[in-house]
């Protein structure tokens, strides 16, 4: 989840928390009632969402993204 920048703050100002999509998520898809949500820690919640986000990686190098443009053409 990624804060969408507001419009009137200054470039490099810090953005507001993404309230409505952490909610969404914890209800949607994690299916935690409200009071769950509101007693976990940042760090909690954040390790539910680990087997849905993935572990991020490195961008695949030129000769691996050939070779998959090859394998995969569209």
Do not use: I, Q, Y
Not at 17 to 33: I, N, Y
């Amino acid at each position: 989840m990624k804060a969408a920048p507001e419009a009137h703050a200054p470039s490099g100002a810090a953005t507001a928390f993404p309230w409505d999509e952490a909610m969404s998520t914890a209800f949607g898809v994690l299916r935690l009632s409200s009071a769950d949500f509101w007693r976990m820690t940042p760090r909690e919640f954040a390790r539910a969402l680990a087997p849905f986000v993935g572990e991020a990686s490195e961008a695949p190098t030129r000769a691996a993204f050939e070779a998959l443009a090859t394998r995969f053409p569209d």
